[in-house]
Nanobody
Framework: QEQLVESGGGLVQAGESLRLSCAASGNIFTNSPMGWFRQAPGKARDFVAALSWDGARTYYTDSVKVRFTISRDNAKNTVYLQMNNLKPEDTAVYYC??????????????????????WGAGTQVTVSS
């Protein structure tokens, strides 16, 4: 079954760190650009970070640059989001996504939700002040 499964969310205090993981089935992961998005209560789902199919290029929304790092382990079919110096405004459900129709290419808008055809169920991140 093709799926994405996120883990690693939790409750932390401001300034602390979390690492999110997203395990993907091989059919989804191989050569696919991968992204992380988040959705706070009552708000739209927003782009957080993305990683090219080969891991060579990374993309971040401005508010998380320097603090967050996206990476992938192709041997484990897993993408990670290392989140440091967390802030209360980072509180949201975090979703992993795969842009399988853009396999092997850099040339699409990585922040566009519609580019991603597979989504995980999400993991909650709560940052207290």
């Amino acid at each position: 079954q093709e799926q994405l499964v996120e883990s690693g969310g939790g409750l932390v205090q401001a300034g602390e760190s979390l690492r999110l993981s997203c395990a993907a089935s091989g059919n989804i992961f191989t050569n696919s650009p991968m992204g992380w998005f988040r959705q706070a209560p009552g708000k739209a789902r927003d782009f957080v970070a993305a990683l090219s199919w080969d891991g060579a290029r990374t993309y971040y929304t401005d508010s998380v640059k320097v603090r967050f790092t996206i990476s992938r382990d192709n041997a484990k079919n897993t993408v990670y989001l290392q989140m440091n110096n967390l802030k209360p405004e980072d509180t949201a459900v975090y979703y992993c996504a795969a842009a399988t129709r853009y396999r092997g290419t850099y040339y699409f808008d990585q922040s566009d939700l519609s580019a991603y055809g597979y989504w995980g169920a999400g993991t909650q991140v709560t940052v207290s002040s």
